[in-house]
């Protein structure tokens, strides 16, 4: 798992909207704000701008009957196809049009940060106090969700609940028992047996042109917690170096190279888009990849097609300086109340998401209304035909929702057994894993403007480190000297205090 | 379009009195010439005005009102403190961007791609309209056209993604193939020296055909009387392309060539930034890749204006000094 | 002789080498450009279940509508084919009545301010400001949510009009002379002489500006916020998680429907305006518009 994907410039997670668009709804709305008649217990009414994942919902279709009927709301929600959500919402926001709510995916969007420091949304700290009136909160989020959502110790957002176990390392597991291979535990015996693997010819046509490790772009992403490179490293200054120009970074990197040197990497991995990655893999060409767990089954499915008997399974591989597992923060996005809203209705609407987080709603948003949208086999829920068209995505992203542990490892079309294997599977990742505070949680303006000059030129680099058009020393003297630029150690100590405030609330 | 028709027949017979006063030669200008006064002559042309007015007063409003947009880029643009709050940074932003050590590379990697697209792949249109313009087989010819314009049609991403599966040293077939003949499997997608030539191939496989809609247009507005005299002169199908045909497309290719030069720091931005990946960046950045990381993935939107702003300028000056040239060698140019 | 003489006078004639060379030159020309959409058109017709990626075939393994019944089964469907018509047609016709008005005034450098109006077209044709001023006109200019806003923000543009007056001034002045002398004025000499000899142009931009406007996506993103208006591209768009843009996992339940099939029927949707609308158009591209011209 990439810790750059977060960085992507499309949207990558998106929040998940509440939806509930009224039938009722104006269309030519363009701008926030609804009237509200203050009955009391007349539906909450707000406008929310979120991303979608699907075919644009209806607003008067079962689910989002149910759920405006459940919250006794009635919303009104602007869609922004989850491709495109950054650029239309830095559009929306630099005009100053935002709506009363926004649900936003990518929590380091520059734009959304400049949003917060000059005071376009309300710092909700004082609201939720010790979360006494919001028990759902209490209970069902994320451990430290709020923190993840916090700047400079306010907290400004209500969060977007997803599981942190989300990655893994996936290997053949058919091509292991091939040749007798036992599934790796550490490093060095994964580098062992994509060794075997790739120097055997396991599809059969002659030549060796298996790929071991297959990726788009260098796999820092869960093997970065094997080298340390996720742990808090301070330097001499007692700044809190990034990620990427850590020793333990380094020493990954110089791992990776001795793999390519061994030609178990694609041997033009850089050129490698990520839909191209899952065509390869699912298609037999490489031995692992690491992505999302969930998918696991649906990618057997296809492989199947292929190669029968094909199967995945998900490492847990020692490094030198831990297993490489990496978690997320549990938190993808979170809702942000613009300025706009006056105090009583921001008190309603936290009210609201407040309920969203409630198992009821929770599990509202994943599974639908009985018997319409799931049908109990088993035990487990399995969506119907209508389920699968209304509950999905997007219409997750209706609410806070409650932590879910399991979110991204039970796949939603595979049967209980399955599912529960897997969590057998990758159960360990939860305790063991990391989190790359990096990611989404430590800020600092610094960074923000002095990174962007770097990052094109870093990837370059550790890419050339990689694949061998420099040298090591090359590449560690160039880490070296941006370690040394005198912005960057700025940022860490920046980076420094940050981590500070986290770690004190 | 009615109030056209019925303000014409309103106006018709004073049309009949200033008909022949009216008369005009080759530039348009009035053969008889008065001495009028900027008032009379408004007046004397105030049909062509009825026609120009609709677009010219749409350019204004649509295209000159939003230059403001511009001035951003000498600003420090912050969008809570509006664009009249933000602070003036004068030209900072452009000495930050030559002072880029990047700004060399990407210069050059701009002219060069736009180089060889106007070498590679300008004259390619022309020749394959040419081309389809000599056959003969009415339905053949259109069955043709049709195919050729379909490449257009792909996303960036599809193209990107095709030439993945052809050109992927792992995958890619050009590679198998190349390893069945017992070559080595060639890079072309990480080695630095073939991706400008990618980047023109694929431009010329995707735009060409739908490129030749113009020129085929030009071509069916030529006299076919021309080419009747000429036949009967004992012209072969050579001679008539060279002296009928080409001639009389001469204006069209001369326009689109100044045209194609005001985008001159044009390149395909989706196309390129698909087809970059690390290893290969010193030869793909470009001014569009970078104005869209810095200006709009990492916020800071007055450094992508400005960056507009220096591309919009090297058109400009592209431009002007191609229209010079053109009016120089005796064609109109674009004004 | 007339325009039909002409066309049956080379007929008469034997295929020479030079058309043979012609012929086989255009075939593989066309063959480049069309085997990918075998590919896209094969893949749009095959059953999910049986698609395997890269796998390139001629024809599917097993057809299937699936494809095409799951773009046709969103709710908005019908509603964006309707915002995609709409502006497609209304917005096509605009824009050739803006564009070729204007074009035919700077085609005349007499007209007083001429020198005035070419320096602002040439100047909106390398100066634009950017995504966010424009975008604060449409909403100042309350065209937000309006399928309007992706008409008349596009009316007509430098380039096109800079083609057109060329393409214009190529017509002989002789006879728009002819037509003054008949007592037209311009608007007449327009009407009766240009238009109707402007047929090539006329078509060739009719098509660039009707696919503009089948396709748009970027313009109706950013304006539009009911998703009933949505244009097809945007809706097809949002149901497809496009490439590159998915980071990790979207999360949850995702389309169990292979994205690939559905990704190439909508290329195939994209692309039928054209193969249906341009047959009818073709003709104009053909020689002889100017018979008799001269002599009528």
């Known amino acids: ?505 | 379009m009615l109030i056209y028709v019925l303000a014409y027949k309103l106006f018709r017979k004073e049309v009949f009195k200033i008909a022949e006063l009216n008369q005009i030669n080759r530039q348009g200008e009035p053969m008889i010439k008065k001495k009028s006064s900027l008032n009379s002559r408004i007046y004397q042309y105030r049909y062509l005005y009825l026609l120009t007015i609709p677009g010219l007063i749409y350019i204004l409003i649509f295209k000159f009102v939003p230059m403001w947009g511009l001035l951003l880029a000498f600003k420090e643009y912050n969008f809570y403190t509006g664009i009249l709050g933000s602070k003036w940074v004068g030209l900072k932003h452009f000495t930050d961007l030559f002072a880029d050590p990047f700004f060399l590379i990407m210069l050059r990697n701009t002219i060069v791609i736009n180089m060889l697209s106007l070498i590679l792949f300008f004259p390619l249109p022309i020749i394959i309209s040419l081309m389809l313009n000599e056959v003969r087989r009415a339905p053949f010819k259109r069955i043709m056209q049709s195919i050729i314009y379909l490449p257009h049609f792909l996303s960036w991403v599809v193209i990107v993604s095709l030439t993945f599966f052809m050109l992927s040293s792992n995958v890619g077939l050009v590679n198998k193939l190349l390893v069945t003949m017992n070559f080595q499997p060639v890079s072309f997608l990480t080695e630095k020296k073939f991706f400008w030539l990618l980047i023109v191939f694929q431009n010329i496989w995707k735009e060409t055909g739908w490129g030749t809609i113009l020129f085929l247009a030009a071509i069916a507005g030529i006299d076919v009387q021309l080419y009747e005299a000429a036949v009967m002169d004992g012209a072969s199908r050579m001679k008539q392309i060279w002296h009928i045909t080409l001639p009389s497309i001469r204006p069209t290719i001369v326009i689109l060539l100044i045209l194609r030069l005001g985008a001159i720091f044009d390149v395909g931005f989706e196309q390129v930034l698909l087809m970059a990946n690390p290893l290969v960046r010193d030869v793909a950045e470009v001014f569009d890749t970078y104005a869209f990381t810095q200006g709009i993935q990492n916020g800071q939107m007055s450094l992508g204006i400005a960056v507009g702003f220096f591309k919009s300028l090297v058109g400009l000056t592209f431009v002007l000094s191609a229209n010079y040239l053109a009016k120089k060698i005796g064609d109109e140019g674009i004004y | 002789m007339k325009g039909g003489d002409l066309l049956s006078f080379y007929k008469a004639r034997h295929l020479t080498i030079g058309d043979y060379i012609n012929y086989t030159l255009l075939i593989i020309v066309s063959l480049i450009c069309i085997f990918p959409f075998i590919y896209v058109f094969s893949m749009s017709f095959t059953a999910p279940e049986v698609y395997v990626p890269l796998k390139f075939s001629l024809l599917p393994a097993k057809w299937s509508l699936e494809s095409y019944k799951f773009i046709l089964s969103s709710n908005s469907f019908i509603n964006s084919l309707n915002s995609t018509l709409f502006i497609t047609v209304v917005g096509t016709c605009l824009n050739l009545v803006f564009t070729f008005t204007a074009a035919y005034g700077l085609s005349k450098k007499a007209m007083p301010g001429h020198s005035l109006f070419m320096k602002a077209v040439v100047f909106t044709l390398v100066f634009n400001a950017g995504i966010l001023p424009a975008y604060i006109l449409v909403k100042n200019v309350g065209l937000l949510n309006s399928l309007w806003s992706l008409i008349i923000p596009g009316l007509t543009n430098a380039w096109s009009l800079i083609v057109v007056k060329s393409f214009m001034e190529s017509i002989p002045p002789e006879l728009e002379e002819s037509a003054r002398i008949d007592g037209c004025n311009e608007i007449g000499v327009f009407f009766r002489i240009i238009i109707p000899l402007s047929k090539a142009s006329l078509a060739a931009f009719a098509l660039f500006f009707a696919v503009g406007h089948w396709n748009t996506y970027f313009n109706a993103m950013i304006y539009l916020t009911d998703t009933k208006k949505w244009t097809l591209q945007v809706l097809i768009k949002s149901m497809i998680i496009d490439s590159g843009s998915v980071g990790f996992g979207g999360g949850g339940d995702e389309t169990i429907l292979p994205q690939e099939t559905i990704k190439m029927a909508a290329i195939i949707l994209s692309i039928l305006p054209i193969l249906v609308v341009y047959p009818f158009v073709q003709k104009y591209f053909a020689q002889g518009v100017m018979i008799g011209a001269i002599k009528g």
């Open chain 1, 1 to 505: 798992m990439n810790s750059k994907w977060v960085k992507n410039f499309s949207i990558s997670m998106s929040v998940f909207m509440l939806t509930g668009m009224l039938s009722g709804c104006n269309s030519s709305k363009s701008v926030s704000g609804t009237n509200e008649k203050d009955k009391s217990n007349a539906p909450l009414e707000f406008k929310m701008v979120a991303a979608l994942y699907s075919d644009p919902p209806s607003l008067s279709d079962p689910f989002w009957t149910e759920w405006q009927k459940k919250t006794n709301t009635k919303l009104d929600m602007e869609w922004i196809p989850s491709a495109d959500f950054q650029t239309k919402y830095s559009l929306m926001l630099n005009s100053g049009n935002i709506p009363e709510v926004s649900a936003v995916p990518d929590l380091r969007s520059p734009t959304l940060i400049t949003g917060i420091q000059n005071g376009a949304f309300w710092d909700i700290t004082g609201f939720l106090g010790d979360l006494s009136e919001y028990p759902n909160f209490k209970k069902n989020l994320a451990p430290d969700a709020f923190k993840y959502l916090s700047l400079d110790k306010k907290i400004y957002a209500v969060p977007r609940s997803r599981s942190r176990m989300d990655g893994g390392i996936k290997i053949r597991q058919d091509w292991l028992d091939k040749l007798n291979i036992p599934a790796p535990k550490t490093l060095d015996e994964y580098e062992a047996a994509l060794k075997k693997i790739v120097s055997s010819d396991l599809d059969g046509n002659g030549k060796k042109d298996t790929i071991g490790l297959l990726s788009s772009s260098v796999p820092t992403g869960m093997f970065d917690a094997a080298f340390g490179a996720l742990d808090p490293y301070n330097n001499a200054e007692g700044g809190l170096v990034e990620t990427r120009l850590t020793p333990g970074y380094t020493d990954m990197i110089e791992w990776f190279r001795k793999l390519y040197s061994e030609g178990l990497m694609a041997k033009e991995f850089a050129s490698i888009k990520d839909t191209q990655a899952i065509e390869l893999f699912t298609t037999g060409t490489a031995a692992s990849y690491t992505r999302s767990i969930w998918w696991d089954y649906e990618w057997e499915k296809t492989l199947n097609k292929t190669q029968p008997g094909a199967k995945l399974v998900n490492l847990t591989l020692q490094g030198p300086k831990g297993p490489a597992v990496e978690l997320n923060t549990g938190v993808a996005g979170g809702y942000y109340i613009s300025k706009k809203v006056p105090e009583e209705k921001v008190k309603k609407i936290l009210k609201y998401f407040d309920q969203t987080a409630s198992t009821e709603l929770n599990d509202l948003g994943y599974y639908g209304i009985k018997d319409v949208h799931y049908k109990e086999v088993d035990g487990a829920k399995i969506l119907t035909a209508q389920g699968i068209k209304e509950v999905n995505v997007t219409s997750k992203g209706a609410g806070v929702l409650a932590y879910s542990k399991w979110g991204k490892v039970w796949s939603a079309s595979a049967p209980k057994a399955y599912n529960d294997a897997k969590e057998k599977e990758v159960g360990i990742y939860d305790e063991v894993g990391k989190i790359n505070l990096f990611n989404n949680t430590l800020i600092s303006t610094t960074w923000g403007q002095t990174w962007p000059k770097f990052d094109d030129e870093f990837t370059a680099m550790q890419t050339k480190a990689v694949v061998g058009q420099i040298s090591m020393a090359e590449f560690k003297t160039y880490v070296k000297k941006l370690n040394d630029n005198p912005d960057l150690q700025k940022a860490f100590k920046e980076f420094a205090q940050s981590y500070k405030d986290f770690l004190s609330k």
